[in-house]
């Protein structure tokens, strides 16, 4: 069960609406279940005698009566509306029912606690099977304003405890950190459009996708426009920074042919320009990626670092935590636009997905992903993709998504935790479908057996705890060659092996050889690194000087992303 609590003006024109046959003929029955007192409350669904304006008139009593003390100046915001919906699959609710909720909503957000006969005027009226509107003035008979405070927060706990009393699909709680929903109407004006999302919807993923990508607020907006965005900014009146901005969809306008603006912190709480400015700090140099000699080295990078953030997930230090998971998130959607072949479906959903995963209550300490996040945005501007190495890196991805479900469900947030998951399911399946023929091939160019068994002594000597398992292990002839590879490449089998098998998740892995395959593969190239060390150096300091790389490829890359408008 969703409430969506949300405050207005305009008493008579939500009115309109709830009585009326919505924007497609949807409202079939529209008629009040509850209301402050159903005597006096005219009902224009069921009653053909009542009016909107009488039905106005009484619910705006005793708003009235205090503009009246005011010298004619309304309250601001006097209108509460609390849309209440079930879930899909939900049972029918009767009228008594929806009535006995609308009372226990209006009770626990403050609006018209029970026994209170001092209370606000309020209504709810059903127009469909699996939802409610409740409406209210928020001005009580003693001219005070109502208790809201965290009435959103308040809705949801109620509906929590009546799911469970009415034995209705139980809900994830949430924490006030969730985008707002896209609303019925913009619902259905995408689907008279013939799109799959809402223009909200869209929006926020093309904002998460740049925010990611690019190095400061500057190139945000930059990139914004060339996808052909419209960025409207606010500009303070004393220092003349940009103090906010909103954001408005191709060709998506009101019924005056205005375009449809959203300020950045409705279409994500981290979306605003504040939260924005804590991971886009506007310097001209030091946080834009460059061109890198090495092409592997971004995706390289990135591993690394995730491998490091599933160290901060096990600390203490929940802010620095809860920055890894935000980088993270911009990881996977850099990932997912430098990525090629069918499995890249899954891994823009896994993007999306993770959004919810992204942020919480708690503060994220972004300075402490700093690693990570620079790591990640050296994707953007990657090349090409390096085989294997992409593969080693979607692999650490599914470890850290499924870390971060585990430490959301720890501190009891129930949707990060949902969403987390979720994304790991997505992960899963774009790493197999990547990986499948990757490991088919290495498992058919294995080394001989006199070299398999010199890797297989290195293992028992130096995992000795493990090594039943991993010579067990069906990828065992994968990693044989991946070892191969790496000696060719200037590593010392045994040595490496040591490394890499005294990090992490050994023992609950149910395949370590594929574990310790990806590892290995991650590791650099020494030889190849000893040649670019030793070629011109007038080439390499071209390389490593060159200014940050144009905004264009990345705006190349994310129109991909931006089909729907």
């Given at each position: 069960m969703v409430p969506d609590v949300s405050t207005g003006s305009d008493t008579r024109g939500l009115i309109v609406y709830l009585f009326g046959p919505g924007r497609r003929d949807e409202h079939t029955d529209p008629h009040i279940v509850a209301a402050w007192d159903m005597a006096g409350a005219p009902?224009?669904?069921?009653?053909?005698?009542?009016?909107?304006?009488?039905?106005?008139?009484?619910?705006?009593?005793?708003?009235?009566?205090?503009?009246?003390e005011l010298g004619g100046k309304k309250p601001p915001q006097q209108v509460w509306h609390c849309p209440v919906r079930t879930a899909p699959g939900d049972r029918y609710l009767t009228d008594a029912e929806w009535a006995e909720v609308a009372r226990r909503i209006v009770h626990a957000t403050g609006i018209a606690p029970e026994g209170d006969d001092k209370a606000c005027r309020w209504i709810a009226v059903r127009h469909a099977d699996d939802h409610i509107h409740i409406m209210a003035t928020t001005v009580r008979a003693d001219g005070r304003r109502p208790r809201t405070r965290r009435d959103g927060q308040r809705a949801q706990a109620e509906c929590r405890k009546i799911e469970a009393e009415f034995g209705l699909r139980r809900l994830k709680s949430g924490d006030l950190t969730a985008p707002r929903t896209p609303t019925g109407a913009e619902r259905a004006k995408a689907e008279r459009q013939g799109q799959t999302v809402t223009a909200r919807h869209w929006l926020r993923e093309q904002a998460y996708a740049v925010a990611a990508a690019v190095g400061n607020e500057a190139d945000y907006f930059t990139v914004l426009q060339s996808l052909g965005i419209k960025v409207k900014t606010r500009i303070g009146p004393e220092t003349g920074d940009v103090i906010g901005y909103s954001l408005a969809a191709p060709g998506d306008t009101n019924a005056a042919g205005e375009p449809v603006w959203y300020g950045g912190s409705k279409l994500a709480p981290d979306l605003s320009i504040n939260r924005l400015r804590e991971r886009l700090p506007?310097?001209?140099?030091?946080?834009?990626?460059?061109?890198?000699?090495?092409?592997?080295?971004?995706?390289?990078?990135?591993?690394?670092?995730?491998?490091?953030?599933?160290?901060?997930?096990?600390?203490?230090?929940?802010?620095?935590?809860?920055?890894?998971?935000?980088?993270?998130?911009?990881?996977?959607?850099?990932?997912?636009?430098?990525?090629?072949?069918?499995?890249?479906?899954?891994?823009?959903?896994?993007?999306?997905?993770?959004?919810?995963?992204?942020?919480?209550?708690?503060?994220?300490?972004h300075q402490a992903a700093t690693a990570l996040r620079k790591a990640a945005k050296e994707l953007a501007y990657?090349?090409?993709?390096?085989?294997?190495?992409?593969?080693?890196?979607?692999f650490a991805t599914v470890h850290l998504a499924r870390a971060a479900a585990k430490w959301h469900e720890q501190r009891g947030h129930e949707q990060q935790a949902a969403a987390a998951e979720?994304?790991?399911?997505?992960?899963?399946?774009?790493?197999?479908?990547?990986?499948?023929?990757?490991?088919?091939?290495?498992?058919?160019?294995?080394p001989r057996a006199g070299t398999a068994s010199r890797f297989e002594q290195d293992v028992r000597a130096v995992l000795p705890d493990h090594a039943d398992r991993i010579l067990a292990d069906p990828t065992w002839t994968v990693l044989t060659t991946t070892l191969a590879q790496a000696e060719t490449a200037g590593h010392n089998p045994r040595r490496l092996l040591a490394e890499v098998g005294a990090q992490r998740d050994l023992d609950s892995a149910e395949h370590p050889a594929e574990v310790l395959n990806w590892r290995v593969t991650a590791q650099p190239n020494l030889r190849a690194q000893a040649a670019r060390r030793q070629s011109t150096i007038s080439g390499t300091s071209a390389m490593s000087a060159t200014p940050h790389p144009p905004v264009t490829p990345v705006a190349t890359r994310l129109e991909e992303r931006s089909r729907h408008h």
């Open positions: 009902d224009p669904g069921r009653d053909l005698a009542a009016t909107y304006s009488q039905l106005a008139k009484r619910l705006d009593h005793h708003v009235d009566l205090r503009t009246r506007d310097q001209e140099m030091a946080d834009r990626p460059r061109y890198v000699a090495d092409p592997a080295g971004p995706w390289r990078h990135t591993t690394t670092a995730i491998h490091a953030a599933r160290t901060v997930l096990d600390s203490d230090d929940d802010a620095a935590a809860q920055g890894h998971l935000a980088a993270f998130g911009d990881a996977l959607y850099n990932i997912a636009s430098a990525t090629t072949g069918p499995h890249q479906s899954e891994l823009r959903t896994a993007a999306m997905a993770f959004n919810r995963a992204r942020r919480s209550a708690t503060r994220a300490d990657a090349s090409s993709e390096p085989g294997g190495l992409a593969i080693a890196l979607l979720d994304a790991f399911r997505h992960l899963q399946a774009g790493y197999q479908q990547a990986a499948a023929p990757v490991l088919a091939d290495l498992a058919r160019r294995a």
